[in-house]
């Protein structure tokens, strides 16, 4: 029997990831859909978006979709994240594009085994300040330390740098006009950086919960992603917005990170490094090309077995057994 509605389209017809727009916030308006665009409507009239170039549509307060637009995003390997004022506040999201269970089998085995899951956790740290001593002997404390250490350094020269008063970073999650202009831009530029990695991580069929750093929180591994990019992107950025003078911090600091996404290519690398912490044996060495391949991996649909076998799926096995 035919199953009703468009078919979806075929995995090799669809932009990679890394090849999209990396984010689009809405927020008081009717999203539909119009042919192969994503339509955003509101009382200035309406505009269009083409689904295929989408990475991840932001929703905002007052937003209302249709289910014929949610069909194009997921047809399209687009995922949609409903936030929070100012994007600050993620409540669910959509579906993956991948087709494989490839990579979150490794993020699993990985998360789950003490010694690799510290090898992912110092690789990430690598990856943060590539500059200093060899981390490949660091314990996890202290890692941590070097990370607060450059932190701490990387808020200062920037404060310098704008001539902004910096004390510490305070902010109020219930409450953002409650902060002061540069920490109510790091939260807004936090959080849309937090969507671009969430949007990758489901597009690729990674689990944003299974974290290496981070752990208890169903976004743990958006966090530890993110964290890669903030001394970069994000913190960079919030400084410029404030030392603007901004009058609409959440609007313009929004603005400024994807103009610095799109330049600084962040979904590329942001799907080059997930692939490569999860899938490179031991993720303590040299990055492997032929582990990054995103074709890599077969998405057939079989059964395990408990002597590590893959059985084909979609036969019936009752006589081949002894009950």
């Given amino acids: 029997m035919r199953i009703p509605g468009v078919p979806p389209a075929e995995l090799a017809e669809l932009n990679r990831a890394q090849d999209r727009l990396s984010f689009v916030y809405l927020e008081r308006c009717v999203i539909h859909r119009d042919a192969n665009a994503i339509t955003a409507t509101d009382e200035k009239g309406v505009v269009h978006i083409p689904a295929a170039t989408l990475g991840v ?6 937003t209302s979709v249709t289910q014929q637009a949610m069909m194009l995003l997921a047809d399209n390997g687009a995922t949609a994240v409903w936030v929070g004022e100012q994007g600050v506040r993620y ?17 699993a085995a990985a998360v789950s085994h003490r010694d690799r899951r510290l090898d992912v956790a110092r690789a990430m740290y690598r990856m943060r300040f590539p500059d200093e001593a060899d981390t490949r002997a660091l314990t996890m404390q202290q890692l941590r330390g070097r990370e607060g250490a450059r932190v701490r350094r990387c808020y200062r020269e920037h404060a310098e740098r704008t001539g902004i008063g ?16 540069v ?60 030392a603007s003078g901004s009058t609409d911090i959440g609007s313009d600091t929004r603005r400024a990170v994807r103009d610095r ?12 490094d997930i692939r490569a912490l999860l899938l490179q044996p031991g993720a303590a060495g040299p990055i492997d090309e032929a582990w990054l391949d995103e074709d890599a991996g077969d998405d057939t649909l079989r059964l395990w077995d408990d002597d590590g076998a893959e059985l084909a799926s979609g036969r019936n096995y009752a006589g081949e057994v002894d009950f």
């Fill in 57 to 62: 549509l932001m929703l905002g307060p007052g």
């Fill in 91 to 107: 409540y669910a999201h959509g579906r993956t594009l991948a087709r494989s269970s490839r990579l979150i089998v490794a993020q």
């Fill in 166 to 181: 910096w004390q510490n970073r305070t902010y109020d999650p219930e409450d953002f006009d409650s902060g002061d202009p």
């Fill in 183 to 242: 920490n109510q831009a790091l939260s807004a530029a936090h959080a849309c950086l937090y969507g671009i990695v969430h949007a990758v991580i489901v597009a690729l069929g990674a689990s944003p919960a299974l974290g290496f750093v981070h752990t208890g929180n169903e976004r743990s591994f958006v966090y530890d992603i993110a964290d890669l990019y903030k001394a970069e992107v994000t913190i960079p950025v919030a400084f410029d917005v404030a």
């Fill in 261 to 272: 996404a799109h330049d600084g290519a962040i979904l590329h690398r942001c799907v080059r």
